[in-house]
């Protein structure tokens, strides 16, 4: 076993030693057997590193700004999110103020976004996300809900006897992170999503309209994930992250004191919605845990320190390396005994349909096409119908790679936020388990024969 005192030098041991085996690239879309292989590497990693605990104390007191931001109820389109969204502009504004970036809103959900300019005047390659929404209920105007901290364990929750449907530190806690980013002038772009909870609404909305503005960027800084160990570069079995950039921010991170580790378990943040036109897109285990409930609680300890280790790294220099423009299409059955479609992901970033247009032109002639008769399936025909089953199986592998490892609430998370996704994976898991009792009936009479 490998050990060092600092998890960066300990990664980065573990990195030259499997460096020779280890894809250099995983889109996802590959043959097969790429898929074990992939996952295979990166748990060798986890394995052989010996992963220092994080050093950051626990705070006495909890910053007033996110009991501030905690406390609003902010249920989507309710009177309290309207409400934090008032006060979040004017917050920006205030921020802003004296300083040379800019407040823009975006999109028909007026998002809020703003840029914070490197020293140079020279404008950051770097996007920061977070989302406002939160799972509450309605409440009105003016309502607040009540908080406790535990400074022993530091601990944030919601009062027994308080309003809401959740802590709301899922993603609470992103906006606050931001916001000290921001005060503390760090550059990039920081936007705030709205209805992230409702399957990403907003980021979609962004995705379809405003594709020049995303393309400025050549990475994407969620701050959205539970837990406390965790960098993304996967949601949804799908990478949205090469594993060059996520293992270059985990050094960087825990240089700094943390405990991360890159992680292809991702279900869904906004951010999955710029996989194609924006390079390098990571999820960040910001504390929260059982959220979605009244349960909820965050690691404010750990959150304060991710914010310390935020503020000082130099994101721009991160290294880009994963191609956005082959995004692939995931596949799944259509179940009409005609075989396999495209279209499981129903992006708004044009690429599904060029992709699916570009097949159906390979497969159904057009209206002014001379209708052909009908024979052996030529040499071309069988070669597409060898690379649809191998997505298709590829597919169905990483599907099930994914969902072995989620716990119930990022089940129900991917149900709630990804349904197309959620459908694929019911409907791999359904196939694998006809396999498994087809060969259980297969082993039952060859033991009585």
């Known amino acids: 076993m490998i050990k060092a005192e600092n998890p960066s030098e300990t990664i980065a041991a573990v990195l030259r030693e499997e460096e020779a085996g280890m894809p250099q690239e995983f889109d996802g879309f590959g043959a097969a057997t790429q898929v074990p292989d992939f996952f295979s590497n990166v748990a060798a ?150 209805q992230e909870e409702s399957g990403g609404v907003s980021a979609k909305e962004m995705a379809r309209t405003e594709k020049s503005w995303l393309k400025k960027f050549d990475c994407s800084i969620a701050f959205d994930r539970p837990n406390t160990s965790e960098i993304i570069t996967h949601q949804g079995g799908m990478e949205c992250a090469s594993m060059k950039f996520g293992l270059a921010l985990v050094e960087r991170l825990n240089n700094k004191g943390m405990a991360y580790s890159p992680s292809s378990r991702g279900v869904y943040t906004d951010n999955r919605e710029y996989r194609s036109l924006i390079a390098e897109n990571v999820n960040i285990g910001v504390g929260y845990h059982s959220q979605h409930g009244r349960r909820e609680e965050l690691d404010y300890g750990h959150a304060n320190a991710l914010l310390e280790a935020c503020v000082k790294i130099e994101w721009d220099s991160l290294p880009i390396e994963r191609d956005h423009t082959k995004v692939p299409v995931q596949a799944t059955q259509n179940y009409t005994g005609t075989g396999m479609r495209f279209g499981a992901q129903m992006d708004f970033d044009g690429g599904y349909r060029k992709y699916l247009a570009g097949i159906e032109s390979r497969r159904t002639p057009a209206a002014s096409d001379q209708p052909k008769k009908r024979g052996r399936p030529s040499k071309a025909d069988k070669a597409m119908a060898q690379v649809l089953r191998e997505e298709a199986a590829a597919e169905q592998v990483r599907l099930l790679e994914v969902v072995y490892t989620m716990t119930a609430t990022e089940m129900w998370d991917m149900a709630s936020n990804d349904p197309d996704t959620a459908g694929a994976t019911m409907a791999a898991l359904v196939r694998e388990n006809a396999r498994l009792a087809a060969d259980v009936d297969a082993l039952e009479l060859l033991l009585k024969v």
């Open 45 to 194: 990693i986890h394995q052989k590193a010996t992963i220092a605990e994080p050093t950051h104390e626990v705070p006495a007191a909890v910053d007033p700004l996110l009991v501030e931001i905690l406390s609003f109820p902010r249920q989507h389109g309710s009177p309290g999110e309207l409400e934090f969204q008032e006060w979040l502009g004017t917050k920006l504004h205030a921020l802003n103020e004296g300083a040379s970036g800019t407040v823009e809103r975006l999109t028909s959900f007026r998002l809020y976004a703003i840029n914070v300019p490197r020293l140079s005047g020279k404008p950051s390659s770097t996007l920061f996300s977070c989302h406002c929404d939160t799972i509450d209920g309605n409440f009105a105007k003016g309502e607040r809900k009540k908080l406790t901290y535990d400074g022993n364990f530091g601990l944030i929750a919601l009062d027994e006897g308080s309003i809401g449907g959740s802590l709301g530190a899922d993603d609470g806690v992103g906006v606050w992170i931001m916001l000290k980013m921001i005060e503390a002038r760090v550059p990039g772009t920081y936007i705030f999503h709205r």
